[in-house]
Nanobody, 121 residues
Framework: QVQLVESGGGLVQAGGSLRLSCVAS????????MAWYRQPPGKQRELVALATRGGSTKYADSVKGRFTISRDNAKNAAYLQVNSLQPEDTAVYYC???????????????WGQGTQVTVSS
């Protein structure tokens, strides 16, 4: 079994910052991609940022220059530093990871339970 646990969400005023954390635990041999998605109220879930094990990153256009994803491979963790928050960033933020449980095993996607980020104007 694998679990992803997010933390760090909260209520913040426009222009503020937060640091979201995601830690994976359980039967983990290797983690390929770790990513953050978000789902605003009444909208579909969307990719915010991803980071590969080798350190490559990708961002949604709407967050470039404001959000930074990072990883600590030794801790099976990913972080999302979110700066200059705007009301349109309000959403539930989910951690996603592609995890293999053994050397020859396939990678499966796992999701965390989500953490709420609310930005007031």
């Amino acid at each position: 079994q694998v679990q992803l646990v997010e933390s760090g969400g909260g209520l913040v005023q426009a222009g503020g910052s937060l640091r979201l954390s995601c830690v994976a635990s359980g039967n983990i041999f290797s983690i390929n991609v770790m990513a953050w998605y978000r789902q605003p109220p009444g909208k579909q879930r969307e990719l915010v940022a991803l980071a590969t094990r080798g350190g490559s990153t990708k961002y949604a256009d709407s967050v470039k220059g404001r959000f930074t994803i990072s990883r600590d491979n030794a801790k099976n963790a990913a972080y999302l530093q979110v700066n200059s928050l705007q009301p349109e960033d309000t959403a539930v933020y989910y951690c996603n990871a592609l995890i293999a449980g053994s050397y020859s095993g396939p990678y499966y996607p796992y999701w965390g339970q989500g953490t709420q980020v609310t930005v007031s104007s």
